[in-house]
């Protein structure tokens, strides 16, 4: 998660989702923030989406309309995670937004506190910038152990994934889930903008319902998976 993308079509779809399959659920949040924006200015598509109401307002109206309130309310430089915490969009979550330490000894802390952070939570979602840790483990990926730690009976989670336009992608991390004992796992993948999977394990049959009217809603935007 980055403040520069903050209200971004990346925000609209993922906030719309969480609102979709929270319903009613103690929903944590953990940004899994880097402090590594890159140099590039944030470009203005991914928020071109605000102006075409036509074409996205119909997918969640009080989201779309709550992002858009607060794009015009607020300056491009004044907007950061906080801002999105206190929109009142996820009303009532935990939010984990402490930076994620470079150094292995450092994280461990840091993910103790995170685990502890949000103890009460039967929803959560960890939001990376890159996703699930693979071959190696960065601040920008959410680490197989962490996955593991934060599992719980009757809790849900929800992860952010970049698409890398791998073959057989969601299938792999499916069974990447799958090696920590999770049973159960769906994939939403996003067309919209910069492609991004969602991968949700451990819910039960209400959530898998929830996403599959969430699916059906937004049509050709999205693309779900369960392997």
Known sequence: MQNRWVGSIGDFGKLALLR???????LAVCWYVTGRNGDDAAQTRYFDYLRRLEDFRNLAPDTFDALKALMDRTQPELRCIRTIETSGLLDGAIFHSEQVPDRAASRQHWSSDLVHAIDEADFVFLDPDNGIQGKRLTPKHVSLSEIAALRRDNRALMIGQRHSG???EARVLAERMRSLGCHRVELIRFRVSSPRFYVIADHD?????RLALFSRKWGDWVRTYAI
């Open 20 to 26: 979709c399959l929270v319903n009613g659920r103690r």
């Open 166 to 168: 791998r073959r057989s």
């Open 205 to 209: 049959d209400e959530i898998s319902g």
